[in-house]
């Protein structure tokens, strides 16, 4: 799917989430709901941004009862790119939560209309960093282990994701002597089920028909031989035809046309040094 600027981006409401919305209404806890869920799409919406600026394409959201969910597929990213991109959703909502603070401070009289706002936002922030799969601290915990293989990366991060899910429902237990918290209940049972997910985000694709129709500018890069495919990524714009000049110890060594540089990255080696992506050099080799 293209993901330039004003490409189609899907949007859907799970039946669940408006069952949840009914009941809320019903339950006086309106406002809550609809609180959450707009502190969920801003938290989803930021790692979509972030992913944009690195080239990937984030582009189907879906309202959940607990929240929401964005998808793709993060092939050849970075890890400190993906990073980056796991960070984005909770430091949107520790932003939004510092902003409330500081509108108390400068004025406090708005502190009855949004400390809902402020609490939830910060508890999204704090919740999505614990180091459970499929959070985001889980994935980014996931992806630090990488050197360990796929497999054991995951079976770490369930087995910690379980740890963290048994000491939930353990306060849930505990809960049920005082005040029953099926808060917890739901946030433990959620964890179990997300220790087997997984998201997708999806690739950008470029598609030059209808541009090439209305006339578009060339944009030249002047990079290091010796970067790597994915770190060019962000260059690309449906607005500019991309060209990477590439050099090598300070002297010029070639051009990249952006046909070139997606035939490349077609063949899925996302670390492959630029220079390596020249036809004259490739011929050498």
Not at 42 to 62: I, K, P, T
Not at 65 to 91: H, N, T
Not at 156 to 181: H, N
Request: net charge positive.
């Amino acid at each position: 799917m293209a993901a330039f600027p004003g490409a189609k981006f899907k949007f859907r409401i799970h039946p669940l989430f408006l069952l949840v919305g009914v009941l809320s209404a019903l339950t006086g806890e309106l406002l809550l709901f609809l609180a959450a869920a707009l502190a969920a799409v801003q938290h989803e919406c930021a790692h979509a941004f972030a992913a944009r600026r690195y080239g990937f394409s984030l582009d189907s959201l879906v309202l959940m009862p607990y929240g929401a969910v964005v998808s793709g597929d993060i092939s050849g990213i970075g890890k400190r790119q993906e990073v980056w991109v796991l960070l984005a959703g909770p430091l949107a909502n520790a932003a939004t939560a510092v902003f409330f603070v500081a509108l108390w401070w400068l004025y406090p009289e708005t502190y009855p209309y949004t400390d809902v706002a402020a609490y939830i936002s910060f508890s999204l922030f704090a919740v999505n960093l614990l180091p459970a799969y499929p959070l985001d601290g889980g994935r980014i915990l996931k992806r630090l282990l990488s050197p360990l293989g796929e497999k054991k990366s995951m079976l770490v991060c369930r087995i910690v994701t379980f740890a963290i899910a048994a000491g939930v429902l353990g306060y849930f237990v505990y809960s049920c002597f005082r005040k029953p918290a099926f808060t917890a209940l739901a946030f433990g049972i959620m964890l179990c089920a997300g220790a087997f997910g997984g998201g997708r985000y999806g690739r950008m694709t470029f598609s030059r028909e209808k541009s090439f129709k209305r006339g578009v500018e060339e944009r030249r890069v002047a990079i290091a031989a010796d970067r790597r495919l994915r770190d060019c990524l962000k260059y690309m714009t449906e607005e500019k035809y991309l060209v990477l000049v590439l050099y090598e110890k300070g002297d010029y060594l070639g051009e990249l046309t952006e046909e070139e540089y997606l035939a490349a990255l077609e063949k899925g080696d996302y670390a492959l040094p630029l220079k390596d992506c020249l036809p004259d050099f490739a011929k050498e080799a």
